[in-house]
């Protein structure tokens, strides 16, 4: 079993940062990508950015400038830090990771449960 959990959101006003963080655990053989997505009330979900395993990163132009994706591979953990963060930032914020759970086995994307960040004065 492969779990995703998500920490860092929070209330935070208009101009202010936060900094998400994802730890991957359980039984698993690699990591490969991985990527944080959110998605507003009523909205799709939406990819803001990725990063590959040795570190290239691509950005939605939404947060192109504002966020930064990184990830720590010896702690199976990404992060999120977002800055200048806007009313629309608000949204509940989900990572994923492409893993796969065996030497031989297939690649899958498992997902977290997702963590609230509330822009708002």
């Known amino acids: 079993q492969v779990h995703l959990v998500e920490s860092g959101g929070d209330l935070v006003q208009p101009g202010g940062s936060l900094r998400l963080s994802c730890g991957v655990s359980?039984?698993?053989?690699?990591?490969?990508?991985m990527a944080w997505y959110r998605q507003a009330l009523g909205e799709q979900r939406d990819l803001l950015a990725t990063?590959?395993?040795?570190?290239?990163?691509n950005y939605a132009d939404s947060v192109k400038g504002r966020f930064t994706i990184s990830r720590d591979n010896a702690k199976s953990t990404v992060y999120l830090q977002m800055n200048s963060l806007k009313p629309e930032d608000t949204a509940v914020y989900y990572c994923?990771?492409?893993?796969?759970?065996?030497?031989?086995?297939?690649?899958?994307?498992?997902w977290g449960q997702g963590t609230q960040v509330t822009v708002s004065s």
């Open positions: 990063i590959t395993s040795s570190g290239s990163t």
């Open positions: 994923g990771a492409n893993i796969r759970a065996t030497r031989f086995g297939s690649n899958g994307w498992y």
């Open positions: 359980g039984s698993f053989f690699s990591i490969n990508d």
